[in-house]
Structures are given as structure tokens and as C-alpha cells.
């Protein structure tokens, strides 16, 4: 993984050093609340219902074991033990005080980590494919060009006060797990006809209030021009971007407005007379990065050793977890192992300070030391051998870690809502542990399928409910608590928007009318047939139905 | 009366004041420094102002403006100011570099508006050399924001190296 030089290292810590000033000038009074809002958002700090929340970016998800551990010392330091991971792949913290921050951020500094810019209106942290360098369907690794990518973002000077926030995604994989498509700018690394590598730049995906689908604005854009061209991306938004109105501002709005073709053609007449300049990235640096994502040595001998088949058949357990939570690697003989951070009785994506330790250590133990966490919400081991997988799974086991419902309905994603977030309509933890307590045959979960469930709390739609199989969506009516329920939705390679099946639904109703749509799919799906494969077969009609009935 | 700006990361008293010229206002007074807006100059042209009787000749942009219909009017200027009506509309980031760096503007870029201390860095890489601070900031005190950061990741009007340019 990357490690950083002096250059990097000397500027996040000057970044934490800046970070104190401001913290002392708004202390002394220098600064008024509203000065000092911008400052902190473009360092994570959000000031949410009960106290101070610090968002920590975790570039495109990928972690070190001493990273880990780090993060579970400033969770028992300076919060109630515990972190959240969020929907971007970072992690948040719901307790810190304010005084305390910039030394928080000197101990993240201290890891090659920092907050920068996992806030406010400007370039967020990167996110990217959570298989990256271990998926069998993937054209070559992104996670170089997301570092390349994060180094120039950082600390934009043009682009720090753009019209509103701006998420960037990578993959380099046929199956889109990055949601590439619903990012302002989503890139996929592809070949052309010449065998060349390059991307293909999708802008104006997202998700909040108006969900769009992001649509290409270049078929193939050579590598060497990834900073070229976004800087054009990012000047062409600066300059007309909405700025009268929030809820208008992102960049979707504005292709959208202009149509992609007027879009990509100032794109690229700006992008003219900047694509030869200092921005041109030369092959050496590509190396240079390159060199840190260099698939490690492996064990020969991975292969040989397939005894873990032998213990599923005796181990019930084992073997759930083995079909659940245990993926394909492309090197034979390892696997991906998804760490569920869905158990019942705990909020989706939360993670204890010990759990962090014991998790770090198993990846020390099985797994080159790298954790990543994904947009799911859930943490992976990316390189477990074969014949590990016992013992970790027993290890897991052991600190409630081995929760065998990953892709099932149980390994929802959720937003913090109600119980941390001052923009919620809803409780959607409340919500998560229903559905938990209804849904708890695994049977009857692995019978339903790869599901995806998403809740959001609010239209600011930080739970994806648009891209849910099954969304759900937390509105006020009249100061009760309800629930739009949308059907059809996906963030992957067939990406579409859900649709409203009907009326909002009362809290204490939502998780009967769950039970209904599934019902409905048990009932009407065809040999093999997923959740979103027969509702696209069949229709809203027949959920509807069953779930308004009667 | 003077007003105290930085210029050039260090903090100056200008002894005159520029006025903002406002379609309909009579003549400028003689000796007196004047910032015509671009879209008056675009439909008037400068000619009414005598360059010879005004102290300094400048124009002033907003956000609104494209900066490449400035450059006819360079060689009759002294200054050309962006305005941020507000510190959180960054238009004028890419105007300044669009200036220095398209257009070749080699004269005062001068920004007005809300200017607050953690912005001066940013501003000054996009091309800004005087900077007006909002009224009741210190300039003083802020002179440090431009030592914040001793490396910079990105070219910009300061630097035309990226950082790997020099790894
Ligand atoms: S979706 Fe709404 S309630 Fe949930 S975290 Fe985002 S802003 Fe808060």
C-alpha cells in the first residue's frame, strides 16, 4: 500500500498544525461560528444532534493493521469505544470534543492518516472497488490512480470552494462495485481498441434529492491525462455550477442543464488548452505509485491445501460462513473474507474499539496485514490462504465478527439517523434492529438471496435508499415517523433508480410490509431468479398489492 | 483616508481608494481611482474615462463574468479586481488563474469581498497578489496563512511543478 515521502508526510502535518490555529482562533473568538464552519467541515468536523462528529478519511477504503489499531485507540481515547464505517468507505466518530481534535489528528498523522477534506464543498476522499488487486473480473488495480488522484485534490487551491460537495469513484473491474455511476465523477479503467489502457469518465451520477444516473462524457481518456482532464471537469463546474440553491448545486444538475454534449464540449475545450501543461502525469510517477499496489509474494503452496472443504462438511457454521462470507480471490488458494458489521442488537456499521484490535490482529496473523472497509459497510481480509480459513473463522467466531449474512437482506446499509444525526427524519437503527429481530432464520435469508437493503433517515439519502433493492426512506409526517418504500434500485453495472411503490408507511408497519415484498418475490420468481431480476420481470403491480392489499 | 491591504504576502496602506464605477454616476473625479465593472466596459467601452485625469484605471469582475472578455481592455488598466460576494462562492479561484494563466494578465489581480484569513493561502496561489481583507479583519495576524504549507501537491499560478515533479 502506499507509504508516504516527506513531501506527504510534512503536509498533513502542517494541515493538523493550520487545524489547531483554527481551533484556537475560534476558541479566542477570532472566529465567529459561521467563519468557522467551512473550516472544520473541510476537516470532517460536523456538529451533530448530541456533539461533535469527526469523519477520518480511509483513502479508497484500504487499511493497515497498524492503521486499525490506531483507529481503535482514538475510538477508546477520545469516544465511547466504538467508530462507525460509513457508506464512503471512511470511518466516523460520534464523540470527540472539540479541544481535543487536533491532537486526535496528530495521532492519525502519526499513522500516514488524516480528516482532510471528508467534508464540505470540495473533492471528498476517493472511494474505490473494495476488491481492488484481489478481483478475478478486474482489468488492472485503480488504487494508484486514486492516490494520484487524492495527492492533486488535496488542498486544491481553485477547487476548495466549489458550488457543493464532489465524490469521485475507481474501478478497474467488469462488475461495478464502486457505484461508479453515481458519483459526480465515476472512472472505469478500460482498454480500447489498440489493447491501450485508459478511462472511461462517467460525471453527474448521485444520489440525494434528485437521483441521476451519471452518464459518459469520455469513451477513453489516456492515462497520462487523469489530472488533465478532471481539472477541466472541475473548472467547467466551478465556473457554472448553481450556487443559488443548494439542493440544485451538484455537478448532476448542471450536465444535466447543459445536456452531456454541451457539457463534454466545454469539457474538452478547456481540457485543449490545459492537457499538455504540468498536469500531464509522466509514465515515472505512475510507476512510482504503482510500485506500492504491487500484488504481494504468495505462497506457492496456497493451492494445495483444501482441507477447509472437508471441515464445512462437519461444521454447519463454518460452512454458512464459508458460502456467505468468503469470496473469490484471483490467485488460487486465497480468498476475500468479509468481516459482516451487521449483527443483531448492534447499529449497521458500527465497529468496537476491541473489535478493531482483534480484527487488526487477525490481519496481521492471515491476512498481509490490509483490511478495507467497503461502501457496505463491512470490513474484508483481502488475502487469506486456504488453509487460514479455519481458524480464522473460529478466531472471528469467538468476537461475534463471523456473522454469516453478507450480500442477505441482514447486511443492510443504514444511515445513523435519528440517534446521531440532526438532519433525520427517522430512526433508521431502530428501524435496522427490527428487522433483524423478523428476518433471524438464515435459511430463510440465504433462500432469498443476493438482497440489497438501504436505508436513509433523510432525503440527503446517506443510507443509498435510491440504489437499494429494497429502499426505504425515513420521512416526517405530521411528526410521526414513516417510510417511503422503493423497489427496483442498483448501484452496479445495470444501475437504475428505485421506484415509490406507494403510500409512506408507518414505522411500526414497515418491517409487515417488508415481509410482504419478499413474499411476493418467493411466490412469483422463476428458476434462479434474484429479487431484482423477477421485479423487473413482473412489475411494481403484484408488491403492491400484496403490501397496500388490504 | 487608507486602506490597509496585503500585497505581495506582506501588509501595505494604499493612500487612495478605488471607487466602484456605477452606470448612471457622473464622471469620476479628477486624480481619483476608479474599478469599472466588466459589463459596463463590455456595452460602454473606456473611453469615457480619461486615463490621463484618474489616478489608477481599473475593472472589476464577479463571478458572472467571463474573464476572457477582459483582455481587450489590458493594456488601458491598472488593476483588475474579482469580487467574492461571499467566501464560500469560488468562481473567482478559477477566474484569477484563467487570468494570469490563459490570458496573460500581468497586473494587479486584486481580490475584494469577503476575504478571510484561511483563504489567503489559496487565493494567492490562483494568481492573487493583493488582497483586501473584509473590513475589521487584522491583516497582520493573517500573514501567516501564507506559511501554512511549505509543498504544494498541485501546479498552480505559483508553481507550474506538480509534486512529482520534484520526488
Ligand atoms: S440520510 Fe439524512 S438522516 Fe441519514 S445520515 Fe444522511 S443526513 Fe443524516
Not at chain 1, 136 to 143: F, K
Not at chain 1, 159 to 165: A, D, Q, T, V
Not at chain 2, 21 to 46: K, M, N, R
Not at chain 2, 71 to 92: H, L, N, T
Request: with cysteine.
Amino acid at each position: 500500500m502506499y507509504r508516504y515521502d516527506h513531501f506527504d508526510s510534512t503536509l498533513v502535518h502542517e494541515r493538523v498544525a493550520q487545524f489547531r490555529d483554527q481551533v484556537n482562533r475560534r476558541m479566542e473568538g477570532e472566529l465567529s461560528e459561521d467563519e468557522f464552519r467551512p473550516l472544520r467541515l473541510m476537516n470532517g468536523l460536523y456538529l451533530q444532534r448530541h456533539a461533535y462528529m469527526l469523519r477520518v478519511a480511509i483513502p479508497y477504503g484500504l487499511l493497515s493493521s497498524v492503521q486499525l489499531h490506531k483507529l481503535a485507540h482514538i475510538a477508546r481515547t477520545y469516544d465511547k469505544d466504538y467508530g462507525h464505517i460509513t457508506t464512503r468507505q471512511n470511518i466516523q466518530y460520534n464523540w470527540p470534543k472539540l479541544q481535543e481534535v487536533p491532537d486526535l489528528l496528530d495521532e492519525l498523522a502519526s499513522v500516514e492518516m488524516h480528516a482532510i477534506q471528508t467534508s464540505g464543498n470540495c473533492i471528498r476522499n476517493i472511494s474505490a472497488d473494495h476488491f481492488a488487486g484481489i478481483a478475478a473480473d478486474e482489468l488492472e488495480d485503480p488504487r494508484p490512480y486514486c492516490e494520484i488522484m487524492r495527492q492533486w485534490s488535496s488542498f486544491h487551491p481553485e477547487f476548495s470552494y466549489l458550488p457543493r460537495k464532489f465524490k469521485v469513484a475507481f474501478t478497474g473491474a467488469t462488475n461495478d462495485r464502486a457505484a461508479v455511476r453515481f458519483h459526480d465523477i465515476g472512472f472505469r479503467i478500460v482498454e480500447n481498441d489498440e489493447g491501450e489502457r485508459g478511462f472511461e469518465v462517467i460525471v453527474g451520477g448521485g444520489l440525494g434529492r434528485t437521483p441521476i444516473v451519471g452518464q459518459v462524457v469520455r469513451e477513453f481518456l489516456p492515462k497520462q491525462h487523469l489530472l488533465s482532464y478532471s481539472e477541466a471537469i472541475l473548472r467547467v463546474y466551478n465556473l457554472h455550477g448553481r450556487r443559488d440553491n443548494k439542493y440544485k448545486a451538484r455537478i448532476k444538475i448542471l450536465v444535466k442543464s447543459l445536456g452531456v454534449e454541451e457539457f463534454a464540449r466545454q469539457v474538452e475545450e478547456e481540457w485543449e488548452h490545459i492537457k499538455g501543461s504540468a498536469l500531464l502525469l509522466e509514465q515515472a510517477e505512475i510507476d512510482r505509485v504503482k510500485a506500492f499496489f504491487a500484488p504481494p509474494e504468495r505462497n506457492p503452496d496456497a493451492l494445495l491445501d483444501d482441507s477447509y472443504l472437508q471441515a464445512a462438511k462437519e461444521n454447519s457454521r463454518f460452512s454458512r460462513w464459508l458460502k456467505r462470507n468468503v469470496h473469490q480471490h484471483k490467485v488460487p488458494g486465497y480468498h476475500a473474507v468479509t468481516i459482516s458489521l451487521k449483527a443483531p442488537g448492534v447499529p449497521p456499521g458500527d465497529v468496537t474499539a476491541d473489535q478493531m484490535d482483534q480484527i487488526a490482529e487477525l490481519a496481521t496473523k492471515y491476512s498481509l496485514s490490509r483490511v478495507v472497509a467497503t461502501h457496505e459497510q463491512n470490513l474484508v481480509l483481502t488475502d487469506v490462504e486456504s488453509k487460514d480459513l479455519v481458524a480464522l473463522f473460529s478466531a472471528l467466531d469467538d468476537h461475534k465478527l463471523a456473522t454469516p449474512n453478507v450480500g442477505t437482506l441482514a447486511d443492510m446499509i443504514c444511515c445513523p439517523g435519528l440517534d446521531f444525526c440532526a438532519l433525520a427524519n427517522s430512526g433508521s437503527i431502530g428501524l435496522a434492529a427490527k428487522i433483524y429481530d423478523h428476518f433471524d432464520d438464515l435459511d430463510y435469508l440465504y433462500d432469498l438471496g443476493d438482497l440489497k437493503l438501504k436505508m436513509s433517515g433523510c432525503i440527503n439519502s446517506c443510507g443509498h435508499h435510491h440504489v437499494g433493492h429494497i429502499g426505504l426512506l425515513g420521512i416526517d409526517k405530521r411528526g410521526e415517523e414513516f417510510y417511503q418504500l422503493l423497489l427496483g434500485g442498483s448501484a452496479s453495472d445495470d444501475a437504475s433508480i428505485g421506484k415509490w411503490l406507494g403510500p409512506a408507511i408507518a414505522q411500526d408497519d414497515v418491517v409487515d410490509a417488508l415481509d410482504a415484498v419478499v413474499k411476493t418475490y418467493v411466490d412469483l420468481r422463476e428458476d434462479g431468479e434474484a429479487f431484482l431480476e423477477t421485479y423487473r420481470r413482473v412489475g411494481p403491480e403484484p408488491f403492491k398489492e400484496r403490501v397496500y392489499g388490504n | 483616508m487608507a486602506t490597509r491591504v496585503i500585497k505581495n504576502q506582506e501588509v501595505v496602506e494604499e493612500d487612495f481608494i478605488w471607487q466602484v464605477f456605477e452606470a448612471g454616476q457622473d464622471a469620476p473625479e479628477e486624480g481619483s481611482s476608479v474599478l469599472v465593472p466588466l459589463t459596463y466596459a463590455l456595452e460602454h467601452g473606456l473611453d469615457q474615462f480619461d486615463a490621463s485625469s484618474l489616478a489608477k484605471l481599473g475593472l472589476i469582475l464577479t463571478g458572472d463574468d467571463n474573464p476572457s472578455e477582459a483582455k481587450q481592455f489590458f493594456e488601458r488598466i491598472d488593476c483588475i479586481a474579482v469580487s467574492f460576494p461571499k467566501f464560500a462562492d469560488g468562481r473567482g479561484y478559477s477566474i484569477g488563474r484563467l487570468l494570469r494563466e490563459r490570458f496573460g494578465w500581468q497586473g494587479e489581480l486584486r481580490a475584494v469581498g469577503q476575504i478571510l484569513h484561511d483563504q489567503l493561502l489559496y487565493l494567492s496561489r490562483c494568481g492573487f497578489d493583493v488582497l483586501e481583507l473584509e473590513e475589521g479583519k487584522d491583516p497582520e495576524r493573517a500573514l501567516k496563512a501564507f506559511k501554512v504549507f511549505s509543498v504544494n501537491y498541485q501546479p498552480a499560478v505559483d508553481s507550474d511543478q506538480a509534486i512529482y515533479h520534484r520526488r
